[in-house]
């Protein structure tokens, strides 16, 4: 028996033939929705498919996609950037984070514009390298800058977990984790406070399905039952998204208003306990976040519990660490793009003063990012 390969895994979900399989089927029924249906895909790796692939193309025009806010980097303020510039600047610190974060552009610049300063700034892939990094460097205080949705916060729990087992005394963290369906809420209660400057009803959602392995689809409940907004947790293939946008079409022609699963290959609706389990043990939640272009949003950040706060280098160098709020860009429209008022061709320096090798706004940053995908793919429509 030949050996399976890792492509064997996600081939046939990306199977052109299937595809124009589902393009024909949402064609036939997209002509019995009574009026034209917007869907937001919460998740930046959905945003990054339907670009990739082209799928607005293959959509009948009363199927339009709402871009939303979903990317752990997009949605960093540069207050919390230059919480993680000053950090690295400290003489006896060793900044690590995730990917894209070394190039966001804070009000002192990036990371790694830190980085080129003499800061000793390192990202790792797991967030249990930090352990080799401390073993490594005992006179230095190495301190993790965690960001992302639920998807890592139980890889910063379980980091968390084994500096308190193993005692490892310079190991402090910076969290900047954050919550989707508080920003699910905001998206959907702002529009209805601006109704006037909000031209895009959002009538469904794709809900991320990284995010609901480790919380389980039932994070979504409210949404169908209290917004009166499906919601389809959809895995993050092209075979994936559009099987989810005809489950949704299904649900407005049968009348219907459910969370359903798609990407049922990996989630439940009770999603993995143990991961939500080692979350509550050290995290509690925060009860401001402030996301980059759609300002405070309650209860959607975490932050560590109070028995923790001598891991918490935002606790320990509060007297540094700058509390005041900064504008953005005056030109840069990530906002209406993070809410899903604008797409970022209307951003009137897209493409020209900010691309990404020179990033202004953090949807550009990140390979999650609404404008670097538009930038990447734009072409393809
Ligand atoms: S971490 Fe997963 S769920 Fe979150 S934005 Fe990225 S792809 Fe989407
Ligand atoms: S193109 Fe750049 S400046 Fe314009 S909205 Fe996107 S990130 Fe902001």
Redo the contacts with the bound molecule.
């Keep these: 028996m030949s050996q399976l390969k890792l492509k064997d895994l996600y081939d046939g979900f990306r199977d052109p033939e299937t595809i124009k399989a589902f393009k024909k089927i949402i064609e036939e029924d997209a002509k019995k929705l009574e009026k034209p249906i917007n869907i937001m895909e919460v ?4 945003t990054h498919t339907i670009m990739k692939y082209g799928i607005p193309q293959l959509l009948p025009s009363n199927i339009n996609f709402i871009h939303g806010p ?3 980097v997009c949605i960093m303020p540069k207050e919390r950037i230059d919480h993680a510039y000053i950090l690295s600047m400290q003489e006896d610190v060793i900044l690590v984070t995730l990917g894209d974060m070394i190039k966001v552009p804070g009000s002192n610049g990036s990371l790694q514009d830190a980085r080129s300063k003499g800061a000793d700034v390192r990202f790792v892939y797991s967030p249990m390298d930090c352990i080799k990094i401390a073993n490594e460097n005992p006179n230095k205080k190495v301190i993790f800058f965690a960001i ?2 639920e ?2 916060t139980p890889m910063t729990a379980a980091l968390l977990d084994v500096v308190i087992k193993q005692d490892i005394k310079n190991i402090y963290f910076h969290i900047n984790h954050v919550t989707v369906p508080e920003v699910m809420k905001e998206l959907i209660d702002s529009r209805d406070e601006h109704v006037d400057s909000y031209n895009h009803q959002i009538d469904a959602f794709l809900g ?1 399905s ?2 609901s392995v480790i919380s389980g689809s039932k994070i979504y409940e409210e949404f169908p039952r209290d917004y009166n907004k499906p919601v389809v947790v959809a895995g ?1 293939e092209p075979v994936d998204v559009m099987q989810s946008i005809l489950m949704i079409i299904k649900q407005f022609i049968e009348n219907r208003c459910e969370l359903e699963i798609e990407y049922k290959r990996l989630v439940s609706y009770e999603g993995n306990i143990k991961a939500q389990e080692l979350i509550n043990k050290y995290f509690k939640k925060s009860s401001l976040f402030k996301w980059r272009g759609l300002g405070n949003i309650k209860d959607s950040g975490l932050k560590l519990r109070d028995e923790y706060l001598t891991y918490d280098a935002e606790h320990i160098y509060k007297d540094i660490l700058p509390i005041g709020e900064i504008e953005d860009h005056k030109l840069c429209i990530c906002g209406d793009i993070l809410r899903g008022m604008a797409t970022p061709p209307e951003c009137t320096i897209f493409g020209t003063a900010c691309k990404p090798s020179t990033p202004i706004g953090s949807c550009m940053v990140s390979s ?1 990012g609404a404008c670097a995908a538009y930038y990447k793919y734009g072409n393809l429509l």
């Design positions: 998740c930046g790796g959905h979903g990317c752990p992302g949705f998807t890592t991320p990284h995010v993050f999650e």
